[in-house]
């Protein structure tokens, strides 16, 4: 497995204009990480040099990993050969995840069926997964595609609509299909913006998210913050600030 670099910054990298760190960046910050961020639609350079990076992270949005002829995609995917090249973490969230898995040569597609897991819907541990995920837990998702499990990578996470729902390569390079980064304001955003898409195969009204948030999101949110001091930060990080 590859040194950790031990530096204080976190590379986030958006799909969309609008993105923001939601939870994720609540619980980084906890630990004194600084954020640079950066959204490729929008003409933003992705670096070439990661060693200034703890983690990168790159976050889902409305497109697929194969729209090649969209500039955000094309150049995160074309920059992907740097991150694996490197000693920087990487967590893919929900598209993020797919490009990582077709940048290794998986396949992202869509459901066989037509179905969608749009709200909350249950996960559940793999055996190799059982010290990350609990048996099984309630997570936000948004999307129609999934990926396949990387060459090398080992599934953690399964779920009854899309079998793949998290991996990880030598402790480094993690995927999750579902938004740990959604926050109440993101949510009640997406709603608003993209209500209209909810009714897809298998997807969740508004009212019946907002009851599911209302229920699972403190045991979710509760899952993020113990999956990021084990996996993102770690003994080193939280020993170096008093945590």
């Not at 990076?53 to 409305?62: D, E, S, T």
């Not at 150049?75 to 740097?82: E, Q």
Request: net charge negative; glycine share 12%; proline share 6%.
């Amino acid at each position: 497995m590859n040194e950790l670099s031990s530096a204080n910054r976190i590379l986030l990298v958006f799909n969309s204009a609008t993105g923001q760190p939601g939870r994720v960046g609540t619980v980084m910050r906890r630990y004194g990480y600084e954020f640079d961020i950066r959204r490729p639609g929008e003409g933003d350079a992705l670096p070439d040099d990661l060693g200034g990076y703890h983690l990168v992270v790159v976050f889902g949005g409305p497109m697929s990993a194969n729209d090649d002829h969209l500039d955000n995609v094309r150049a995160i995917m074309d920059w992907l050969s740097k991150v694996v090249a490197s000693d920087a973490m990487y967590l893919g969230i929900c598209l993020g995840a797919q490009m990582m898995a077709r940048y290794l040569g998986a396949s992202v597609t869509p459901h066989p069926d037509g179905m969608t897991e749009i709200g909350y819907y249950p996960v559940q541990a793999t055996e190799a997964g059982r010290d990350l995920f609990p048996g099984e837990m309630m997570v936000y998702h948004w999307h129609s595609e999934g990926f396949d499990v990387p060459d090398g990578a080992e599934l953690l996470a399964t779920g009854p609509t899309f079998p793949h729902q998290a991996y990880h390569i030598d402790q480094r390079i993690w995927g999750i299909q579902f938004h740990p980064e959604v926050d109440d304001e993101a949510h009640e955003r997406w709603l608003s913006n993209s209500a209209d898409k909810t009714d897809r195969p298998n997807g969740q009204g508004p009212d019946l998210q907002r009851a599911g948030r209302a229920k699972y999101d403190a045991d979710f949110g509760a899952w993020f913050e113990r999956f990021a001091e084990k996996v993102l930060i770690g003994d080193r990080i939280c020993s170096e600030i008093g945590h």
